[in-house]
């Protein structure tokens, strides 16, 4: 008996692995536009995050606020654009000192 050892064309290989893992490619493409508008916040925000304008004070959302504005009259798009920055530090922190503690601790209890 012989074994055939013909590759699938590309497309029909990553269509299959598409269908056996969608919750998973899903995740991963939720992950990357999450680090890609983390790191275009500077390109991509409309407004700066910080500044305060007291005329647009508590607008609901609009075209111009999409989320509209806080009681500072900030604009929350803008805010939650900067802010993922900040948590994919915190989730980048979460995970490494946990691992790198784990790690550490069961090869000195692995080693006495």
Do not use: C, K
């Amino acid at each position: 008996m012989s074994v055939s050892t013909a590759r699938l064309p590309l497309s029909i290989g990553f269509s299959r692995w598409l269908g056996r893992h969608l919750t998973l490619a899903l995740g991963l493409g939720l992950l990357a536009f999450f680090i890609v508008v983390a790191l275009a916040a500077p390109l991509i925000a409309p407004y700066d995050p910080v500044m305060q304008t007291a005329e647009v004070r508590l607008q609901p959302p609009s075209l111009s606020h999409p989320f509209g504005t806080d009681n500072f009259g900030r604009d929350i798009l803008s805010r939650v654009i900067w802010g993922a920055r900040i948590d994919l530090q915190i989730a980048f922190i979460g995970v490494i000192f946990p691992f790198v503690i784990g790690t550490l601790l069961g090869t000195i209890a692995g080693f006495f």
